[in-house]
């Protein structure tokens, strides 16, 4: 599929679909990483003479303008990172947008008001999309982090002007799509979070490809289950052990090391001041549930990064913003630090882990997508790259 280098942008009107949906709290950014990294993309198109219109969500406002949920602090963030006007607007589509386009100069950026004010984009409604088109000559898309979304700007747009990948998009892909089609070995997977139910698609797509697969966090407390131990209070979704005994047959026969838990740090309630001791998965006491893996489970588990090329890490150990149990997540980060192997962290909540304990910069790849990264994990085609029709 071609990128944007691909083509001639000079004195065009591009349409850059970027994925600013940043965290904010009381008007403030509280991390711009999504911003910073769709910098090159909107250089290059600023460098080569193009006329460079900006559109992205941010939040659910669910078709309805909402006062909490417009770009504005996005713009002005974005016009000290990159160190040029940006001129933000009120709208995103009509014809006082068209006349502030109609106005632009090469390599000016606009930055149009949040999307998803708009009910027909999540609808994906097809003249909603037309009215995004007709605003360019160009369609980039640089939102790897919403390319899991069939929406106007991330896909119904592309069926009416030339469509193309950013470079964000691009590295995303480049990096994720090796890792899981031609992995460098021993390949690592690291799955954690709350439920197995979220991480199906995941640990079944990931079975047929990696050489060790490790499991925490909230969802090991099932295949736990599954092996026979009782486990007090802990997590427990009655409906996916015998999905969680399937999974454990069939790295055996894949022959996948599955590593799981063999010590937990127990709590007598979930708070972050609980008492608190650690145990082996076969004496959780009754009335106790495990909030984090470990401290054997935690080394075990380091040590199989440190022998790996490529790890994959999607999900926290444990509740790893309570103190008490944020132990085993940060020694796999810590881990992940070290390792010589290629590190990918697959988004959302391991990426707040490597941030939190410090370690963001020493990983190779931060996925700026968290559904985005886990549907292409699950082997999973997404709409918006799918749509992308300039071949
Ligand atoms: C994300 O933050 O994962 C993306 O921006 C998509 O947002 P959404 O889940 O609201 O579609």
Redesign the pocket.
Known sequence: KKTMKDIDVKGKRVFVRV?F?VPMEEGHITDDTRIRAALPTIQYLVDAGAKVILAS?LG?PKGEVNEDMRLTAVGTRLAELIERPVTKLDESIGETVEAAIAEMQEGKIVLLENVRFHKGEEKNDTELAQSFAKLADVYVNDAF??AH?AHATTEGIAKFIPAVSGLLMQKELDVLGKALSNPERPFTAIIGGAKVKDKIGVIENLLEKVDHLIIGGGLSFTFIKALGHDIGNSLLEEDKIELAKSFIDKAKEKGVQLHMPIDTVVANEFSKDAATQVVDVDAIPAGWMGLDIGPKTAANYADVIAKSKLIIWNGPMGVFEMEKFANGTKTVADAMAATEGYTVIGGGDSAAAVEKFEVASKMNHIST????SLELMEGKELPGILALNDK
């Open positions: 994925d949906n969500h659910r982090g919403a979304r997508g968290g559904g985005a």
